[in-house]
């Protein structure tokens, strides 16, 4: 009878230790997401059309967490643009699918990832703590924005140091036709007071993939190489970062600064922030885009989700019909 007992008791203890594998890996599985939207106005002085207007600009996003160090990650992008007098309605031009790929870590310093990636280079590609309404200028003017391709990466953390290098190829059918884009890669040194100083490099070819869909002003050169230098410091209510850009084709070169404060940390307010900054941008070498730009702006996060965003900048550019602009957003973020 003792041996009968004992029998049932290992059992029984097997079976327990089973459903206990079994929760914690279903509690492993989980998704979770972000979803944002805004409608931003602006006006642009001097212009024929001056008015420009995003309606929708939707971001949503999520991630599932299938256990053992797999999971996915997935964010999807709609904005549709009022510029020029007329509406952008050619849903392939306003949608995009920035990132869309699968991800395996075998430990915080040791993570793959593949599918549509990110491409890590300067402040704003790399998430980083952009204040104004629209990507800062001195990166959008030399770099691809919300930067993507299909592709392969390994990163990680060890301490205060972070990197990241993938390699990116363009796919078609048949797969003959493919290509190699090019290949970017990230480093950085993120100190417990609030400061990351990041270097990131990107070389590749400018006939296929974002650096040709985007149309920037890279002259005749196929292949282009972009160095970027940025750092962000974020504590104690304050918002500076900045960057500085190298790119080979036509010596183009960039900079940017911006210093921001959140007033509602006088006030000891967790529930919102309300952030007057200052911006600029410089952009050097580049045709028709070389300018220096002043910007002013609010930035605030309210209850419940809502954001507002107010900025007004005067640029010194070498196009004289695009002298100031005045640009608001209202708009919602929120977790699940």
Known sequence: MKKVTILFCAVGLSMLSTAVSAQDSIQEKRISGNVMTEVNFGHRHNQEHPSIIDLPHIVVGGQWQMGRGWSAVVEM?????HSDGSWQNGFVDNYATNKLYINKEWSEALNVKAGIVDIPVGTTNSGGPALTIYDPYSESALLP????????AVWGRSGIFHYEAGAYVYGAAP???SRLVGAASRVGIQTGGGLDVSLSGYYGTTTVGMEQRQGLDLGDSRHVAHVALDFAYLAGGWTIDGQAIASSANSNRSAGVEVGYDVATLMRLTQFSIIPFARYDGVFHVENASCN???????????LGFTFKAEAARMNPTNEHHKASIDVSIGWQGEF
């Not at 992008?77 to 643009?81: A, K």
């Not at 730009?293 to 209850?303: D, E, M, S």
């Open 77 to 81: 992008e709609y904005e549709r643009f």
């Open 145 to 152: 924005m919300t930067w993507h391709e299909g592709g392969a």
């Open 175 to 177: 797969l003959r036709q």
């Open 293 to 303: 730009k002043w910007t002013v702006g609010l930035n605030a996060t309210l209850p």
